[in-house]
């Protein structure tokens, strides 16, 4: 199985700051099938990256992600009020799929 | 415009069993799996595996073996949870999530339903 480990667990920054969001994979992700996935409270999930570098529908060009074999990242450049939220990311190249345990971005 | 629709909160006792549905609209139910995925307070997000609803077919988390049926009704386009034996590390709020195959991405989620095991 793999694991998935972020860091950090907290980034505490502000309005129009960059944010550097990692996820170490415990072995090889195949194919580099990493998602990035927004949480705000009381809500779902939300897609916003996916096969580690491509932004989902909607998302800006200001969020970006990079990595490969064992180490994601996830970039939000300039950010705005409503990019502060949970982010998780997820492994979906080889079962049983497998997430993160989450990066809170707060003010 | 794709929604997934799943039914309201439970609570259950220690031992019961639980069955949450997702209704599907807005796209072709049996061209996309459906994954389930559920998270504990405070916690990460925890996959407990797929249905294929063209072929009836699943692939569970080893964890769930045994205690866990998804299905599905085509005619209503919805999908179906079962989880048994229920302990208090069960409490969670559970998710249907769409995903265009069996490595791809879930692209869409409903609503999340809320289940409380205590006795």
């Known amino acids: 199985d793999i694991l998935l480990t972020q860091s950090p667990v907290t980034l505490s920054l502000s309005p129009g700051e960059r944010a550097t969001l990692s996820c170490g994979a415990s072995?090889?992700?195949?194919?580099?099938?990493v998602a990035w996935f927004q949480q705000k409270p009381g809500l779902a999930p939300s897609l916003v990256m996916y096969d580690t570098s491509s932004r989902a529908t909607g998302i800006p060009d200001r969020f970006s992600g990079s990595g490969s074999g064992t180490v994601f990242t996830l970039t939000i450049n300039r950010l705005e009020p409503e990019d502060f939220a949970v982010y998780f990311c997820h492994q979906y190249g080889t079962s049983p799929l497998s997430f993160g345990g989450g990066t809170t971005v707060e003010i | 415009q794709v929604h997934l629709v799943q039914s309201g909160a439970e609570v259950r006792k220690p031992g019961a069993s639980l069955k949450v549905s997702c209704k599907a609209s807005?796209?072709?139910?049996?061209?996309?799996?459906l994954h389930w995925v559920r998270q504990a307070p405070g916690q990460g997000p925890e996959w407990m595996g797929w249905?294929?609803?063209?072929?009836?077919?699943?692939n569970y988390a080893p964890k769930f073996y045994g205690r866990v049926t998804m299905t599905r009704d085509t005619s209503s386009s919805t999908a179906f949870m079962q989880l048994n034996n229920l302990t208090s590390d069960d409490t969670a709020v559970f998710y249907c999530a769409k995903a265009p195959g069996t490595e791809e991405p879930l692209t869409n989620w409903g609503q999340g339903t809320l289940v409380t095991v205590s006795s």
């Open positions: 249905i294929d609803p063209n072929s009836g077919g699943t």
């Open positions: 072995q090889s992700v195949p194919s580099d099938y």
């Open positions: 807005g796209y072709n139910f049996v061209a996309f799996y």
